[in-house]
């Protein structure tokens, strides 16, 4: 399958918009320099065996990668890489723009087992740096026949790909990028591939093919001196130093890094047969026995050295066996699904460890993180309250009543500046709307006027003169009559005693079963019955369009410009773990924006899952910008959240 031009030819003939002014200005190189005679000669007599080979490899690559539809082979027959080095020592000292001759251009290297693709060149040496793409053949990369044995095991071998690429880089100071002398010294070559995380996500960083060939994306700083092309420097960073890192990343060698290749696979799939397990046993999480929880700081997710193994001696009925893929058992807590499941103890015991360790849950880890088998449902939401947040035509009316001196209608709730109650319960609400059926939340990061009303407050302030309906009161009919499960980490406050199915007390970072004392303390506090509720949610759909009105760019983890002066702020979403996942997240909505139907916002998400499971997350890569190495592939609950944070998407309900 081709896109765009062809590939650049040894005569140096083009097409296209290059086409069009050299025949109408005639032909040169910015700044008036004129290539010389005998390198145009020089270039026209390159051996007939570079093109049979590039051709060679077209057919082979076609074969391998088009039946599963995720990688693409571009741009024409390619050619051999040593035309790619001569044509860039061609353009030493030429102006920055000459560069663009090598975009779109495809070349062959490995010996015919590889390909160099460079898929957009940047425009300036300051501008963001060039994408490129290496790809293997599968006999080359020679991972193993589990690496491409399902999707789940391709997803995890192109996680090891991707971490051996930015490792080798770093160690071989693939990475550094150079800077001397000011505004005209030398600057730009480094190669780089995206950071990952402690998670196993599906990224465009790294593809394996069905086949087994192996496809990486990376970015390429062109060098330069000033606005001048350092030909000689990026003829060896493309043609010598990005196919060296390539044959080290991307292939084994040996049987030892096939090996550890499959040890990292089978670590994946490990995670996922044990999380598939948790439905059927009547569980919305599971922490197995030797899971170590802490970190070692907020700002390095890697486990903390001296952080004790989870013990479950003391969990009573909450412990659990499941089964590993090899069919032997593991024993761990087992935490209730349709149900309230507490979280207490002191203060630095190791509450909010465990719920954090429970957020990331739905996501697989590396092996050696510590949390490998610290397992949640696929569709748990983490709830908290956020001041100030925009909400758009949310029914709340479970939770929020008639707002005196007010003219606002619960069932059909906006703001532009949320309260931490309302925001909680609009929360709650859109993470059902879409599907979640497990809500974790944190005292810490809650209302307090949502979570409880105590026995002495309900005296002095009668229930008719409050318009909150506290959670307390909510949860267990969220729990048996809709089946969502909650998890609440409380430590100031025995209200929920009385709801609670099962309670957990954390000492010293361990947990013990506390059902029994919690319900002896609770016996004397019964609750009176609330009225349930008619609905928790109401489906809604984007009453306007809501495409960018400009630029669509992410810098930070939780947060990004979605058109001009309208930035999302995505603080609030604790289970967003890498930043691919917020650019994928913003090209999301602009792709919903163009293809606009009055579907209602869970369907939507549906169907654009259901389209990246059949297709790649290419789906989300924008038309103009070439194929991105730096998307991560987010939830469906992210993606939500997202949107409803959007304050130029305004909702609608539907009937």
């Known amino acids: 399958r081709h896109h765009g031009s062809a590939a650049l030819a040894g005569s140096g003939r083009m097409s296209g918009r290059g086409a069009y002014y050299k025949a109408k200005y005639g032909g040169g190189r910015s700044r008036g320099r004129g290539r010389p ?21 077209e057919e082979r690559v076609e074969a391998l990668f088009t039946a599963s539809g995720s990688i693409r082979v571009p741009y024409g027959p390619a050619r051999d890489i040593g035309e790619l080095r001569g044509k860039l020592h061609s353009l030493e000292g030429a102006g920055y723009g000459a560069y663009r001759e090598i975009e779109r251009t495809s070349w062959s290297c490995l010996r015919g087992e590889g390909l160099v ?12 740096p060039s994408r490129v793409r290496v790809v293997v053949t599968g006999a080359k990369a020679a991972l193993g026949e589990a690496a491409a044995a399902s999707k789940a095991s391709r997803v995890a071998a192109a996680d090891w790909v991707t971490r051996r690429f930015f490792e080798e880089a770093r160690r071989s100071g693939d990475d550094a990028r150079t800077e001397t002398g000011g505004w005209g010294g030398k600057k730009g070559g480094e190669l780089r591939i995206v950071v990952p995380s402690q998670f196993v996500l599906e990224r465009t960083a790294a593809r394996i093919s069905v086949g087994g060939a192996v496809e990486a994306r990376a970015t390429a700083a062109l060098p330069a001196r000033g606005r001048s092309i350092e030909g000689r420097w990026a003829a060896d960073i493309l043609c010598s130093r990005l196919v060296a890192l390539a044959e080290r990343a991307l292939c084994c060698a040996t049987a030892a890094e096939r090996e550890a290749c499959a040890r990292h696979v089978d670590a994946v799939l490990e995670q996922q047969h044990v999380r598939a397990q948790l439905g059927p046993a009547g569980l919305c999480a599971f922490v197995a026995e030797g899971c170590v929880l802490p970190r070692r700081s907020g700002n390095d997710d890697r486990p903390m050295a001296e952080g004790a193994p989870f013990a479950v001696e003391a969990c009573g009925p909450l412990l659990v066996e499941l089964t590993r893929r090899d069919g032997s058992a593991v024993r761990g807590l087992g935490l209730p699904a349709r149900a309230v499941t507490l979280v207490c103890g002191g203060g630095f015991h190791g509450k909010s460890t465990l719920l954090q360790g429970l957020e990331v849950g739905c996501y697989d880890k590396i092996p050696g993180d510590g949390r490998e088998l610290c397992l949640s449902a696929p569709d748990v939401a983490k709830i908290r309250a956020e001041d100030g947040r925009f909400v758009s035509s ?126 002896k303390l609770a016996q004397d506090d019964a609750l009176a019955p609330k009225p349930p509720p008619p609905r928790y949610f109401r489906h809604r759909a984007p009453a306007a369009n809501f495409e960018p009105r400009g630029r669509v760019q992410t810098r930070a983890l939780r ?63 924008p038309a103009n910008g070439g194929l991105a190495g730096d998307l991560a592939r987010p939830r469906k609950l992210e993606l939500a959240a997202a949107f409803n944070r959007l304050r130029s998407a305004v909702f609608s309900q539907l009937p």
Not at 117 to 128: C, E, F, K, P, S
């Open 394 to 519: 949310v029914d709340v009316s479970a939770f929020l009543g008639h707002l005196p001196g007010r003219s606002v209608d619960a069932r059909d709730f906006s703001t532009l500046d949320a309260s931490g109650s309302t925001s909680q319960a609009a929360a709650i609400a859109e993470a059902l709307e879409v599907g979640a059926t497990a809500l974790l939340f944190d005292e810490d990061t809650c209302a307090t006027n949502f979570m409880i009303r105590d026995d002495r407050m309900r005296r002095l302030v009668a229930d008719d003169r409050e318009p909150i309906t506290p959670l307390v009161d909510r949860v267990a009919h969220l729990a048996k009559a809709h089946g969502v499960a909650s998890v609440l980490v409380v430590g100031g406050t025995g209200d929920f005693f009385k709801v609670a199915d099962a309670v957990l007390v954390m000492d010293t970072f361990q947990p013990r079963d506390a059902t029994a004392a919690a319900k």
């Open 37 to 57: 005679e005998e390198e145009s000669q020089q270039q026209q007599q390159q051996p007939p065996q570079a093109e049979s080979r590039g051709e060679e490899w």
């Open 559 to 621: 947060t990004f410009q979605y058109g001009d002066n309208n930035d999302v702020d995505l603080a609030a979403l604790a289970q967003l773990v890498e930043l691919g996942q917020t650019r994928a997240i913003a090209a999301a909505l602009a792709v919903l924006a163009r293809r606009h139907t009055r579907q209602h916002l869970a369907a939507m998400l549906d169907d654009l899952d259901r389209r990246l499971d059949a297709a790649d997350l290419d789906l989300l890569a």
């Open 117 to 128: 693709i460079i898929d957009r060149v940047q425009r300036d040496a300051y501008a963001a």
